[in-house]
């Protein structure tokens, strides 16, 4: 049987042991809608209430400011549709995840009310830098006097580059502006307090933290007044109508105390030392180099499970298809661009190249992984890259003149 390793947690993460067996008894003995009174509902309140309590543990906050919702989509778009009227204007940055960048583009778009044509949002999309990076004084720069809201991710999902969101957070406080940041791919990777970092709305996903697919939260910070998406009964204080979906919210606590035990174990310091290793000795394969340095050349900060490396002269998608088919599964950026033709959005805001672009991997550690999965991963991927360039016609070509033009300087 073919070894498989898997190194796109950005993606998703399996769910952990530990998750699965605390969520297993609420598919079946304790099945209780949680707004029931009677025993079997009051049952499996108690355990969405635990789960909130842990999952405000993990953020810094109240239970009473967590909304579980379907994902980290349904969050970002409650946080910018529950916020953001006819004629506000929102900030937001170049590198956010779809949930968010989509979300804007439908609030800016017009609408047609009793016959009357309301112009929708304005939206300001801050650049960054070309080490993936906004810059809090082009946040404050785009402030208007009808900045209703600022949406600043917490780390790319991409690159794995960390937000200077305090900055932001400061920003916002002192204009007097909500603060929303999608930090889906920061939650259990990195430590995560919402009074340090001054937002109004965080998102997470379970499923980014191994947790279950399917259930998310929203953090409102209390006072934020709020429109709901869905209409219907009362749960979740009339922020998110419908009925909870308890076995998910209980994986997603469990995977929250799960990930404070992490962080008081150095779990993250140790993941970063993995990934490291992996990069390491991936960019000494020849005319490769790490999407997300500063200006010494250094890695900017990151989450500890992710690099993002181009492999100049290949297609990455067929790099992709190329090591999935020798047990390596990893990707060229966000799953829900995945089968696109386009490079990615966010390498392209960082300034490179569409073919530098096209030829990136992002890899991403998990909580499964193990050193022989990185021995793996430093086995066949370099074996790939060499045979796929040989097919490059291309690549031989600019690699044998540049292979020359050394020798012939080294000779003179």
């Known amino acids: 049987m073919m070894r498989r390793v898997y190194l796109d947690n950005n993606a998703t993460t399996p769910v952990l042991p530990e998750v699965l067996e605390a969520m297993r008894p609420y598919f079946g003995e304790h099945f209780g809608n949680a707004s029931s009174i009677h025993h079997h509902g009051q049952e499996t309140r108690t355990a969405v209430e635990r789960a909130r309590e842990s999952v405000a543990a993990l953020l810094g906050c109240r239970a009473s400011e967590i909304v579980f919702t379907s994902g980290g989509t349904e969050a970002d778009n409650l946080a910018l549709f529950g916020l953001a009227r006819h004629g506000d204007h929102v900030n937001t940055s170049t590198i956010e995840h779809h949930a968010v960048l989509n979300a804007c583009k439908r609030l800016a778009t017009s609408s047609v009310i009793e016959g009357n044509e309301i112009q929708g949002c304005e939206v300001t999309y801050i650049p960054v830098d070309g080490h993936g990076v906004v810059d809090p004084s082009d946040v404050k720069r785009a ?199 386009e490079p990615s959005h966010v390498l392209l805001a960082m300034g490179l190249s569409s073919e530098r672009a096209k030829a990136s991997i992002r890899f991403s550690l998990g909580k499964q992984n193990s050193p022989e999965d990185i021995d793996f991963g430093l086995e066949v991927v370099p074996e790939t890259v060499s045979r796929l360039r040989e097919l490059s016609p291309t690549y031989s070509k600019a690699a044998s003149y540049e292979r020359r033009a050394a020798h012939n300087q080294r000779s003179a």
């Open 143 to 341: 402030l208007r006097p009808n900045t209703k809201l600022i949406s600043v991710m917490f780390a790319n999902n991409e690159t794995g580059v960390l937000q200077p969101v305090a900055e932001i957070g400061k920003i916002a406080r002192e204009a007097g502006v909500r603060f929303h940041t999608d930090a889906v791919q920061a939650a259990g990777k990195v430590p995560i307090d919402v009074d340090t970092i001054g937002c109004d709305l965080l998102t997470i996903s379970a499923h980014k933290m191994h947790g279950p697919q399917g259930v998310g939260a929203l953090y409102i910070r209390k006072g934020t007044a709020l429109e709901p998406m869905l209409y219907g009964g009362s749960h979740e204080r009339s922020r998110r109508a419908g009925t909870e979906n308890v076995p998910g919210i209980v994986g997603l606590g469990k995977a929250a105390e799960l990930a404070i035990a992490g962080f008081e174990r150095g779990d993250d310091r140790k993941m970063a030392a993995a990934r490291d290793r992996l990069e390491r000795e991936l960019l000494a394969i020849e005319a490769t180099g790490l999407n997300g340095t500063d200006f010494r050349g250094e890695p900017t900060p990151r989450v500890p499970n992710t690099t993002n490396i181009y492999f100049d002269g290949i297609e990455g998608e067929a790099l992709v298809i190329a090591l999935d088919l020798k047990g390596l599964a990893v990707s060229t950026g966000a799953a829900c661009s995945s089968g696109s033709i």
